[in-house]
């Protein structure tokens, strides 16, 4: 074992001769810590045929260890002031813990009995599924979520992210305990860790005493890159609902090629464009100058397994025709003749004087370092990126919005209520 220094934010620390990535911040403000444990491949782009899979697995690791079951386990955390909570996103599976100094200890033991023992049993599996399902019937009346599932749906098209996360009530009614062990198996493994650190801690001391834990995790294999493009096809679904209003989801492909050179110019150009709020061009026409939505936003996400736009507005049953014409022109108009100065000056002055409140606390800073090292990014990227707006043209933000014309084949989802004839 031994901890080599990249700089002051990263280290990899090497067990069973695999170099598991460590970022850290130390800071003595609060006396307290935490660690999280991120297992790339872990996400829901991974269940496969087992839609809901990741999330259901991240649940059962909230019941805590087969000794003790969930109330014991946590009473005993509570007991402590100590968190210790399981979540997974799209593509990572991600363990938190958070602690006292006094109690770094104590915190990790309890980490160690969790992944040495959860509670894989067929009553915690009943629980958690008794309880995302639950979830998932009070969903079928939630019109927002049935418009944007729908969206992604025709938006990814024959690709995971087509499917919901949580899963569906037959596929998470169908998932066995032996799928969650195979998952568990297959992602708690060195060659998918990262960990981060940061808090009033030594990063040196609390790595040794996570050391043992480490030991006993397998070596197990990184997991495969994903990448999926969003459909280039225009769509149109209408869903109809007994409801008062519209509910408008939009989304278009985004083509990006590299994420260090171009990420700036599409922060600026999706703040302009509907991102923002008031100011907004697509706030501005939609609901400013025509009253037709209390909100409009649209805004562009790069990123590492997919980069597209989405968008969203709610308004009168009436208004809806109109409303969704004047997305497409708003749209159109805008990769015609690009931003104004005083719309990139106006983006400027907002993204240079929020960035810090982006990273007031810890965790926050901490989590952007990970999030920059997953993208393959510098950690301090958002410091890079920041000087790039501050020295971008308006010439050539506005050579980047025309480069764009594939924003323009929107794929429209609506719920919607029928009309009586």
Known sequence: MNANNLNESIKFYEIKDIKIPVIYEESKLLPTGFIRFTFVGGGSVSDGDKIGLAKLSASLLNEGT???GATKFSDLLE???????????????????????????????????????????????????????????????????????????????????????LGTVKSVGNIKLADIKNYLQQNLSLSRLIIIIGGDIDINKTLSLLKPILNTLPLGEKSQTHHYNANPKPQKKIIYKDTQQAYIYFGSPFVVKDLKTESYKA???????G????????????????????????????????NYTTGYLQTQIKNQDESIDLVKKVIDDFIKNGATQEELDGAKKFLLGSEPLRNETLSERVSTKFYNFYLGLPLDFNKTQLEQIKNLTLKELNDYIRSHAEIKDLTFSILTKKEVK
């Not at 006292?100 to 033991?109: F, M, S």
């Not at 009553?123 to 729908?150: C, E, G, M, P, R």
């Not at 922060?267 to 464009?273: A, D, G, H, Q, T």
């Open 79 to 165: 007991q402590k002031a100590i968190s210790l909570s399981s979540v997974s996103g799209s593509d990572t599976l991600n363990i938190e813990l958070s602690y006292l100094k006094e109690q770094e200890k104590n915190a990790i033991g309890f980490l160690a009995d969790l992944l040495k023992s959860p509670n894989l049993s067929s009553n915690a599996l009943k629980k958690v599924q008794t309880k995302t399902i639950s979830n998932l019937l009070d969903k079928q009346s939630d019109f927002d979520y049935i418009a944007n599932t729908t969206l992604q749906s025709m938006l990814f098209k024959n690709t995971p992210l087509a499917q919901p996360p």
């Open 267 to 273: 922060r600026v150009m999706s703040f302009i464009l």
């Open 275 to 306: 991102s923002s709020g008031f100011g907004s061009r697509l706030m501005e026409e939609i609901r400013v100058k025509r009253g037709l939505a209390y909100s409009a936003y649209m805004r562009i996400i790069p990123g590492k397994i997919t």
């Open 66 to 68: 087969k000794e003790l």
